[in-house]
Structures are given as C-alpha cells and as structure tokens.
C-alpha cells in the first residue's frame, strides 16, 4: 500500500525488496513464455481479436472457480467498486487488442521495442493531462527513448503502419490503465490478484461484442479448419498456453503494482521487455540489422536513464508512492 500504511511500515525494506525482486522475475518469465506461444498462435491462425479476448476469458474463468473452490478469497466490491474499475477496464481491453494486433502484423520484438517507449508516453500524459511538472532530466531521458524508438521503427526490415500504430496505442492505453489501477486500488480492500481478476472479467465483457463485430465466429471457425490442418492439434495447446500465461503474468504484475508506483512499475515493464525482445529473436529467428538493434539499445538505455531521474526526484525508486498526495 502506499507510504504511512502501517503494514507497510511493519515489513523490513531488504524483506519487501526480495518479495518484490521475485514478483519481477517471475512476471518477466511469464511474459516470455505468453509472448512466444502466442505469436506461435498468431503466426498459424490470425485472429488478433479472438485470441486477446480468450485470453480474459482463460483469466476470468479460472478466477471465478479460485473464488469458487475457495482458492482465492472473493473479494468485496459494491457498485463504486465497478464504477471506478470501467475506465481502467476501457483502458486495459483497448491497451492489450491493440498490442495482439500489433504482433499480428509485425515481429514480437518490433512491437516490444515500439512499446519500450511507454515511460516516455507516461510522461506526456503526466505532464499534459494531469498537469504534473518534472525536472529537465526527465524530459532529457525522453530523447534517446523517442528516438531509440525511432531509429528501431525506421530500420525495421518488416514494418508494417498497423504493427505501428497498434503497439503506440497500446503503449497510450496503458499509461492511463497503469495510473488509474493504482487509483483504484489505493484505500480498497481489494488485493492486487483480485482487482486483476475483476478487470478481466470487466474487459472481457467489453472486447466480446467487438471481438464478434469485427472478426466473427465464421471466420473464426473456417481460419481454425485451415490451421488445424496447416498445424495439426497442437494449436489448440497453444492457444491454451497464450491464455494462460497471459492471465498470471498480468495477475504478478498487478500483485506487484499493489507495492509499487505506477513510475517504479512501467519501468520494471520496460526492463522485461528486453528478456521478451532477445528471447523472441532467437525463437523466431526474427532478421535484424545492426541500426536497427542500435536503435532498441538506444531506447532501453533511454529508460534506465529515465528511471535514474525520476528516482532522484523521488529518493529511492523502490518505494511505494503515493500518487494523489506525494506524487511520483
Ligand atoms: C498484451 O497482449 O496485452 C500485450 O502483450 C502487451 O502487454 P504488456 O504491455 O503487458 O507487455
């Protein structure tokens, strides 16, 4: 919880340190795994719509029956609960459709290296939309960030406007699910797992509608025949491997954004995607240039450039920040 909550207080920093160092790497792992599996899937049935909102429904389905079976405790929430929780949930459908139809079109490592850039959109949302202010070198470590991305979308061997665009309003769409979370859970009884599990039910609701208008069960079923047949069964495997993963690594994610600010998070998100950038070109022997990695490093060193200005406004960037009062 945020600074002055006594159970905060109560756990030693070295303590809450480890705790938080192995929800990263578990949540960096996850998301290497949904990653591959699910450009595996996207490669052999192209549905970007239809495997995101199954991927809400892996999550919100095995929620439900942990509520159920008692596994997880149900959480309470009253109508406010929900009220609050639809914006975040708008922002998170829009923020994950737009990413799996990103790597529908373009490598898994473009998109992650176009979506390395998200700090950057942080900022200007921050600083335009909410109106905070930060120290020239902020806006300094936004430079390599814009133009290491920029470098690496310019050289991109297979770029396509789609990728593009899907991966910047992801990374848009994010920014406003990240600050907004962190809102929403702060004063809630709802833990960082349960408030996960009610976006993706929430979001579920959502993308189903559009998933249908756009893609369609006929198309659904006739792309399925051709992969079934291109692939053989294991597509189904996989299909349940990119739901599942997607669910817990977003569910340690959230678990982690319970302890940490929005600023300490999408940087932590910056830092797993390398794992997910170099993973993925090996995997799938995705073809890069030289300029084009350049630009990749260029971006990634823009942010831990970020994450060391932004922790000198804050002191030390592992500890939980109170957006609404002391802001990050
Ligand atoms: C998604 O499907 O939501 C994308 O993979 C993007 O997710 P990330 O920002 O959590 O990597």
Redesign the pocket.
Known sequence: GPIGEPAALAVPESARRLKIGIYFATWWGL?VI??IY?KKVLNAYSFPWLT?TL?LAAGSLIMLISWALRIAETPKTDLDFWKSLFPVAVAHTI???A??VS?SKVAVSF??II?SG?PAFSVLVSRFILGETFPPAVYLSLLPIIGGCGLAALTELNFNMIGFMGAMI?NLA?VFRNIFSKKGMKGKSVSGMNYYACLSIMSLLILTPFAIAVEGPQMWAAGFKEALSQTGPQIVWWMAAQSIF?HF??QV?YMSLDEISPLTFSIG?TM??IS?IVSSIIIFQTPIQPVNALGAAIAVFGTFLYSQSQSMKIGISMKPICINGSKT
């Open positions: 998301n949904f990653n699910n995101s991927s923020g994950h459709v990413a799996t790597m998109t992650h979506k998200e992801s994010f997607y690594y977003n994610s998100n797993k995607r997910v």
